[in-house]
């Protein structure tokens, strides 16, 4: 079956710091992927996503490029702040069919000031 | 501002009594999910409502029941929780499949306690 695998946390990065969250797919179909973002005692925010190979999803200074060569979607930030600190959750989805959200383990961030 | 909201945010209850949690949504969507997080995993799908349609994740137990008497409302039931329940409640929306419903918003989640 479908299936998403983040990179292990927890990441601690310095404020201004370089980020770079890995994750890979694996899906019979041609699926959405997303990341999503959970702040302490929250839900689940979504932070981008993209549809089909190439796209790049981005927001919040936040980056993703959907590879389908490589099935990957790694979540890229030039320079991130003590407010970034939250868990981090890739994900697929078959917008075609059952419309089940797949989710990688999730991977904690903490920024230091 | 269009959000799905979920009520409680808190729930405590005692081994074995029922308990019920809300949700709401002003997205006028289609579809809704019931999902459960426990600490530092990834949320597990319930169950979801398309329309009226109810279905079920094949490993959710009979304990979990879940009901949709409208478009905007959705709850889940437990029937006789147990220590092993307690986890965030999260519920989420989309639309139809094919018109964007692969991309689902979340509420904010109820944390249940169970003593």
């Known amino acids: 079956g479908d299936s998403v695998t983040q990179m292990e946390g927890p990441v601690t990065l310095s404020e201004e710091a370089f980020l770079t969250i890995n994750c890979t797919y694996t899906?019979?179909?041609?699926?959405?992927l997303f990341w999503y973002v959970q702040y302490p005692g929250e839900g689940l925010q979504l932070l981008l996503k993209?549809?089909?190979?190439?796209d790049k999803g981005s927001n919040k200074g936040f980056e993703a490029t959907y590879r389908k060569e490589t099935t990957s979607f790694h979540l890229e930030k030039g320079s991130v702040q003590v407010s970034d600190s939250a868990v981090y959750f890739c994900?697929?989805?078959?917008?075609?069919?059952?419309?089940?959200?797949?989710f990688g383990q999730g991977t904690r961030l903490t920024i230091n000031p | 501002d269009a959000m799905v909201i979920q009520n409680p945010r808190y729930q405590v209850t005692q081994f074995g009594k029922p308990v019920t949690l809300s949700c709401s949504q002003t997205?006028?969507?289609?579809?809704m999910y019931w999902y459960q997080q426990k600490s530092s995993q990834a949320p597990k799908l319930l169950f979801h409502?398309?329309?009226?349609?109810?279905?079920n994740e094949a490993d959710t137990p009979d304990n979990f029941q879940s009901r949709r008497p409208n478009t905007s409302f959705c709850f889940l039931d437990i029937r006789s929780p147990g220590l092993g329940d307690a986890a965030m409640y999260l519920c989420?929306?989309?639309?139809?499949?094919?018109?964007?419903?692969?991309?689902?918003?979340f509420g904010p989640g109820t944390r249940l306690t169970v003593l």
């Open positions: 997205l006028n969507h289609n579809v």
């Open positions: 994900a697929l989805s078959d917008s075609w069919g059952a419309q089940k959200l797949v």
């Open positions: 993209a549809t089909k190979a190439d």
């Open positions: 989420a929306t989309s639309r139809a499949p094919g018109q964007g419903g692969d991309t689902q918003y």
């Open positions: 899906a019979t179909g041609y699926p959405s």
């Open positions: 409502y398309y329309d009226k349609d109810f279905n």
